[in-house]
């Protein structure tokens, strides 16, 4: 493990000293890779076995490195190893234009951030953490800003930096609870584990976490840097934010929640799950208005994020009701969808960063009809979409598929209030994964198919082999997921073990179905419905070519008739997205400049904002300003008047004391 | 390792079930056009006429627009294999029916997705007008019918304790006969949701090639001779499993259980007049009832989704 950071910093080093295009993308990004996919091994290998401690002679004097490594990080470090092979392959491509400077801090910022997210996930004590923790946010920072000479970019990166250190002091804080004032030696996670929490303090430390990853993941209300980072970052890097970086928030989630806290109490899983709940309808509601494709799927990250939080917050709500084999299969959805969102929104976003190279465009306005440029892309994008749009049998369905399970074997609690709240929380999330689909519909229907918005497309090319590679790694992981769930659970499975000491098992002996409780419950076999599909799909073909015949003839579109057809008569993107704005209208801030009737030079304007942006953050910007305008009162920059500060506390304190 | 007579038996009636639906389907289309036509007051063209059609746009040659990509080729065979399978999965006849271990309920819900997905995105592939038009009314009808849809079979799971359709079925046909009044809910839902799923009036309307009302009619407007004949095939395939899940859910009486091969003859005898009752009443439905605008049918789903919600709501209430 300790290798695999050394070796990345190394290459960052490397690609810093030599600033040679060529080596860092053909040579030092392909190793990168190649490091990646040791550490995925050396994850699952961990995977099964007993963890493992290791101290570091580095870090504080009382205090030294603390590291370990068992199924929860092993879990996250395959995570982490699998996207990053994919996206490291893709970013040699990628960067294949830029040179110098600009390339070799790219290439440094690039690995020292890999080597921050491992980091995080080995630490043992909180200062390891924190300093893993900064190392990432600071590095990802610098990643975001690459292309600091746009004002925009800026404005993004410090918007990331502020809501990164908001979080960073609550997860600071969170630590200072739970090691609850016992000298520097309890800042170890083992002296947290065995530290006495009262329920009061215990659910202190909760919030904290929650508030403090919640800022890092993007959950409602601390979700404005993610649609305003996630486009400004170079492509790779905007996939590993998205695809592993929200994710290590996830892991301290479950880390803090069941691994370091000693007791867990039922209202935070309802929390949780509410919180999840509003943050995934929110995310997709606004993920299908947005016309730039970064940032829908930016939202749409935001909406995975809602979706996992519901996870978590089910298995706290079983895991205090005793329901230790419901935990574990609300675990197990967590687990599976954190690894699923992991691939195929890394694989989307790589995917933008070729449409991006090809046409140099963002806005999904000015794209349409690359499916004819760009056969590859096309195609891995088409299995991203289908995967994230939860449909079988790729994996996204395999997760949606295990969180309904969790949420149909529910009743019973003891709580009437939870059991009401069940029902409703499963139509909601039904309702999120259908919205999804219509997010995706029109992701690839407006960027990919139909007429070209832009003449200039025409002469857009394809991703390039090292692209493709990374994307063909990413499309086949999310396949493989998809087809080999019980397999992926039975790893899984070690981690439910280690955290709620339950297995879940598979009820059915054949390794085909997917049987998490009771055969007779449940089960899905996604190779048998594979074959079905494609069966009966391969035989439709054969008969109507045997049967009839297999001519085809190419003639103009016939549109019921209608002769003049142009670009600009598809669905834009805000086209598309318009009936969604109008139902939900009410969460939506919209501008619009509508021309009337008899104007002779028509303009169209529309804009669809956050409204918490303008409800929440505004508002504490401005109190912010008044706060520190009142604070300047006392500063005159003499110094005979800070002294005198300095004696007037001193004397109030002396009277207290 | 040799599958035991029984699993062998079960396997043959799956493959006949398979056979059948693919058979019978144009049927049931041919049939709900006569009622309507009879409702009309006009004699009709016989419920053989959906065959007649199909065999006639199988004949002519394909044409197909000069942009049309490899996508919306294998659109037409992507989605009649879905529905097909669909169809063939749901136990109308026996329980018995291997396959539907291989895809619970949630599943069947991704398979109607599945399908949807690819003809809306065939739908924007040669970027006219109505295409993208359609393809977008077509996911904001989906939007709201798709969960009310996993609603209403969540309810049905909640009482037979099993999201497998054998399993729900066994349950439903041989309990004590109550009225489940989470059912009720689940059914009023469910019937919203098959006249919108399946382009019916009040939401959509199957006959019409006009502008303002168009759904499904304006996704598929590109399509034609095979790729045409299968979609159309594929729509009476759908109409079919969703009268399916119908019967299967609030009609399930008569329907064989498992190992019960003695009962075959006369689920099928019931089977007859479930089906003819079913599409006589959808004609009904959509004789008195008028298209409505594009904008209400959200809130007309809405409806639907508020209903089977309050079902599973109800279930979880009374127990019931």
């Known amino acids: 493990m300790n290798g695999v950071i050394l070796s990345w910093i190394m290459l960052g080093a490397v690609g810093l000293w030599r600033r040679d295009t060529r080596l860092i993308t053909r040579i030092l990004f392909p190793l990168g890779a190649l490091a990646s996919l040791s550490l995925a091994v050396a994850g699952f290998m961990a995977l099964g ?101 746009v004002p925009d970019i800026r404005k993004a990166g410090f918007l990331y930096l502020l809501v990164a250190h908001v979080g960073a002091i609550a997860i600071l804080l969170c630590f200072g609870v739970m090691q ?52 400004a970052a170079p492509s790779p890097v905007s996939a590993l934010m998205s695809g592993v970086m929200l994710k290590t928030a996830i892991y301290g989630i479950l880390r803090v ?8 109490l039922w209202w935070w899983g309802v929390l949780a799950l509410g919180l999840g709940l509003a943050t995934a309808v929110f995310g997709v509601m606004f993920a299908a208005v947005q016309g730039d494709m970064k940032r829908l799927l930016a939202y749409s990250s935001i909406e995975n994020i809602g979706l996992l939080l519901v996870g978590i917050g089910l298995t706290l709500i079983f895991h205090v009701y005793g329901k230790d084999t419901l935990a574990a299969l609300a675990l197990a959805a967590t687990l599976y969808h954190s690894l699923n969102h992991a691939m195929f929104k890394s694989l989307l976003f790589v995917g933008t960063g070729s449409i991006l190279h090809a046409t140099g465009e963002r806005n999904m306005g000015r794209l349409g009809g690359l499916i004819h440029r760009m056969p590859w892309a ?14 079988p049998p790729l994996n996204g369905f395999v997760s949606e598929w295990l969180l309904l399970q969790a949420f149909l074997l529910s009743p019973g609690l003891s709580n009437n209030y939870i059991n009401m709240l069940v029902p409703v929380a499963a139509a909601v999330i039904a309702l999120a994964a259908a919205l999804a689909a219509y997010v995706m519909v029109k992701f690839y229907g407006v960027i990919f198919l139909g007429q ?36 992926v659970l039975g790893q899984i499975d070690h981690v439910a073990q280690s955290l709620l000491g339950t297995r879940l098992g598979n009820a059915s002996a054949d390794w085909m179905f997917l049987a998490p409780v009771d055969t007779d419950r449940a089960s899905y076999s996604p190779l048998y419905f594979l074959l079905a599909v494609a069966g009966v799909t391969g035989l439709s073909v054969l008969l109507v070519h045997r049967l009839y015949h297999g001519r085809l003839r190419r003639g103009a579109a016939w549109d019921c008739g209608f002769p003049a057809q142009t670009a600009r ?29 008899l104007d002779t030079r028509p303009k169209y304007h529309g804009r669809s904002d956050d409204k918490l942006w303008f409800l929440l953050y505004l508002p504490l910007r401005d109190l912010t300003e008044k706060l520190s305008g009142w604070v300047s009162l006392l500063q005159h920059g003499r110094i005979h008047l800070y002294l005198t500060y300095t004696f007037a506390t001193l004397v109030v304190l002396l009277i207290f004391v | 390792m ?47 006429q959906p065959y007649r059609v199909l065999h006639k746009l199988f004949r002519k040659d394909a044409v197909m627009a000069h942009n049309a990509s490899w996508l919306f080729r294998i659109t037409p065979y992507i989605v009649f294999g879905c529905m097909w399978l669909a169809a063939a999965i749901i136990p109308v006849i026996a329980a018995d029916l291997p396959f539907s271990r291989a895809a619970d309920v949630i599943a069947l819900v991704g398979v109607f997705a599945l399908a949807r997905m690819f003809i809306a995105l065939a739908a924007m592939d040669i970027g006219t007008a109505f295409g993208s038009m359609g393809a977008r009314r077509e996911m904001l009808v989906s939007f709201l019918a798709e969960p009310a849809l996993l609603m209403v079979l969540f309810t049905a799971s909640m009482i037979s304790h099993s999201t497998q359709l054998p399993s729900i079925v066994q349950a439903l046909a041989h309990h004590e006969f109550v009225l489940y009044p989470s059912l009720a809910f689940a059914a009023l839902a469910f019937v ?97 009832s008028a298209k409505m605008r594009i904008f209400r049918a959200p809130e007309f789903l809405g409806t639907a989704f508020l209903l089977a919600v309050l079902g599973l709501l109800i279930h979880f209430l009374l127990g019931a």
């Not at chain 1, 520097?184 to 909760?206: G, K």
């Not at chain 1, 598809?570 to 939900?584: C, K, L, N, V, Y």
């Not at chain 2, 009622?35 to 007051?41: G, K, M, P, T, V």
């Not at chain 2, 299967?248 to 089906?275: Q, T």
Request: glycine share 8%; aromatic share 10%.
């Open chain 1, 257 to 264: 929640s069941f691994d370091l806290l000693p007791l867990q």
């Open chain 1, 49 to 149: 076995s007993a963890a493992q401690t290791l101290v570091l002679p580095l870090g504080l004097p009382e205090l030294p490195f603390h590291q370990r490594l068992d199924a929860l990080s092993a879990f996250f470090l395959i995570l982490l190893g699998v996207a990053s092979t994919g996206v490291s392959l893709y970013a040699g491509g990628y960067f294949r234009h830029m040179e110098g400077k600009t390339l070799g801090l790219l290439c440094l910022e690039y690995h020292v951030f890999l080597a921050g997210m491992t980091l995080v996930l080995l630490a043992d004590d909180a200062y390891l953490f924190m300093v893993a923790w900064e190392m990432m946010a600071l590095s990802s920072y610098f990643l975001v800003t690459t292309d600091h000479a």
């Open chain 1, 452 to 487: 070209r918005r832009d003449p200039g497309l025409a002469h857009a090319h394809d991703a390039g082999r090292m692209e493709r590679t990374g994307m063909v790694w990413l499309a086949l992981a999310c396949v493989a997921l998809g087809l080999f769930p019980v397999f």
């Open chain 1, 180 to 231: 609850g004032g016992n000298g520097i030696a309890a800042y170890t996670f083992d002296a947290m584990r065995a530290a006495p929490l009262t329920p009061f303090w215990a659910s202190a430390a909760f919030l904290l976490a929650l508030f403090g990853f919640g800022a890092k993941a993007g959950v409602l209300p601390l979700h404005v840097w993610l649609p305003e980072a996630h486009p």
């Open chain 2, 192 to 288: 919203i949701v098959l006249l919108a799923e399946n382009a019916r009036i009040p939401v959509d309307n199957p006959g019409t090639h006009l502008e303002l009302t168009m759904i499904h009619e304006a996704m598929i407007l590109e399509y034609s001779a095979r790729h045409l004949a299968l979609i159309e095939w594929a729509s009476s395939l759908k109409l079919f499993a969703y009268i399916s899940i119908g019967i299967a859910l609030f009609l399930p009486h008569g329907i064989a259980a498992v190992g019960d091969w003695a009962g075959l003859p006369l689920a099928l005898a019931l089977l007859v007049p479930k089906l003819m009752l079913a599409g006589a009443g959808l004609a009904l439905l959509e004789a008195v």
């Open chain 2, 2 to 48: 040799m599958p035991a007579p029984e699993t062998t038996l079960a396997i043959v009636f799956q493959l006949t079930q398979l056979l059948l639906v693919v058979l019978a389907a144009p049927l049931l289309t041919g049939w709900v056009n006569q009622c309507q036509a009879w409702l009309q007051n006009r004699s009709g063209a016989g419920v053989l």
């Open chain 1, 378 to 391: 096309s195609v891995l994008m088409l299995v991203g979409v289908l995967a994230i749009a939860g449909l």
């Open chain 1, 569 to 597: 008569m598809q669905d834009s993107a805000e086209g598309f997205g318009q009936p969604i704005r109008r139902i939900f209208e009410p969460f939506f801030r919209i501008e619009r400049e509508v021309p009337g009737a």
